[in-house]
């Protein structure tokens, strides 16, 4: 058996991994966008670097557009088979996939206009919004801790892996020839402090595991104390500079999470009077799918909804749907918070809230999760003077603040306590993906000192035969 590694390969973004069995059978976890290095990641989203009608099984980790982002892409080139996932997952990816190409159409447009002017060649979107609606036939589902054999050889068991609702470590159980492998695939691994949904469970022995590594040499603040650096944020910036609070946010977990943060205030009496709007269509569908999936949430958070049935709505939230409403939140001239995807601002309607107020020193441009170092959110992150935003230049005169609180991923000691449940001695290899380079290697560092062994970075389409 071979597992080769087309994404997230010494790199964040675009989760693709494909297992060969001695057969020729192929099997895929995870068909996620490349994100964050502007121009370069074009050519790896439009190739996949194996051929769509070579695979036999798909199995989607979670809905994050970098692990499920080409899933229209994959299907529209040739994959005919289902994609097998968890029913959140699944109903996150009904809008997630339609929001993703909608964002393509959309920017691409403003690029064309820019490529135009240079006289340069135009392009197209990698997808459309009907390639999206025409892969979901293919999504089915199975629940939690359930094993279902999805062909004759391969058996699939989903258990929780606490990043954001309906994400799962994939645990395989493969019959190749005359014998059986046991892999583990992580996809993201979530904290043990989240505020919504639950934390990562222990998954079943493995003999080969594909673990993420994002925040493989960080740690998380510890209290995290959510409440009290947004509420520091939000009246440093909106009540004594009476500037607006723009905040970058995937639609999904880490959007509803701030909105519970600020609800929870607003409960407690300690909101200042200012008006809060969610500006995401996607993040109003995660929302809902949110409210639909509760079984999924924590204990804590079942117990806070019985005194407050909705932890996502307050008197002065307001959810912006339309293009019209979203345009007219660039007239407010009071002090507001605004929050609009995506995550590392590389696409969506946050590029256009952050044209009309990154070179106002009023303003605040909050950061509550993982940027990749070259995403429009890490350069901010890091510094930058001066950004791009569909084509031109912006200087930074907002403040940048960054708030680690929110983030979805475990940090290194989380990851490991995740992984702990595994005997180290029965595990034959471990392959780190989803990190960048330096962030890996400091992990698989920590990991040999835990007595981890055989630990392997692999590289961009590498292969290993286990």
Known sequence: MEIAFY???????????????KSGKRILLDCGLFQGKGSQVDGLNRHFGFNPKDIDLFILSHAHIDHSGLIPKLVKEGYEGKI????????????????SAHIQESDIKYINLALKERGKP?????????????????????????????????????????????????????????????????GDLGRYTNRIIRTPQDFPQCDFLIAESTYGNRLHPHPPKPKEKLLEVVRSTCIEKGGKLIIPAFSVGRTQEIVSVLNDLEFEGQMPPIKVFVDSPMAIDATEVMREHSDCFNEDMQRFMQKDPDPFGFSRLTYVRSVDESKALNDIKEPCIIISASGMIEGGRIKHHLINSIENKKNTILIVGYCSKSSVGGQLVNGAEEVSLFGKPYKVRADVRKINAFSAHGDYEEMIRTISCQDKQIMKKI????????????????????????????????????
């Not at 994404?7 to 069995?21: D, E, F, N, P």
């Not at 629940?143 to 062909?151: A, E, F, H, L, S």
């Open 7 to 21: 994404g997230a390969a010494q790199q964040v973004t675009g989760s693709k991994h494909v297992i060969t069995l």
């Open 84 to 99: 097998w996932c968890t029913p959140a997952t699944r109903d996150l990816c009904e809008f997630m996939l339609l929001d």
């Open 122 to 186: 135009l392009i197209k979107p990698i997808y459309t919004i009907e390639d999206a609606k025409a892969c979901m036939s293919s999504f089915y589902t199975i629940p939690y801790n359930t094993v279902k054999q999805i062909d004759e050889d391969v058996w699939v068991e989903f258990t929780d892996a606490g990043h954001i609702l309906g994400s799962a470590v994939v645990n395989l159980r493969i019959k190749d020839g005359m014998h059986y492998h046991r892999i583990a695939f992580t």
């Open 431 to 466: 392959f780190l993906v989803h990190g960048d380079p330096e962030v890996m290697e400091d992990y698989r560092a920590t990991l040999l000192q835990r007595d981890f062994h055989n630990i392997y970075i692999p590289d961009y389409k590498q292969h290993f035969q286990i």
